[in-house]
């Protein structure tokens, strides 16, 4: 299984364990997320305009996101429902995650 981030989850960032194209369901408590959250849906590959228009309807939805112009990797999005409402998200691998936030200066970061 592998990491990922899912972004724009009820203003959240999630992660979750999974597979490219593997349906998957998450819930995440209020007490532990500070709101309910019951994701259905599959990580999936999609062209990069569509990766595009979605990052940039997370981001018109809210401004704290607008990190997410910096993501280069492979365009990855969310397909599913979120707490029963279908939404497209857009999603990065926890290690490239990892490599864009540890690059930055003053940073380091050592792969075993």
Not at 56 to 65: C, G, H, K, R, W
Not at 67 to 78: A, R
């Amino acid at each position: 299984m592998t990491e990922f981030m899912i972004y724009g989850v009820k203003g959240k960032s999630i992660v979750v364990d999974t597979e490219i194209g593997m349906p998957f369901s998450f819930f995440c408590s209020e007490e532990e997320c500070g709101v309910e959250i019951h994701m259905e849906g599959v990580i999936k590959r999609v062209k990069f305009d569509e990766y595009i228009a979605v990052r940039n309807s997370v981001i018109s939805a809210n401004e704290d996101f607008k990190v997410l112009k910096e993501l280069i990797g492979e365009p990855l999005i969310f397909e599913g429902k979120v707490n029963g409402e279908k939404v497209k998200l857009p999603v990065e691998g926890v290690r490239e995650f990892s490599e864009r936030f540890l690059s930055r200066e003053g940073s380091y970061h050592i792969y075993p």
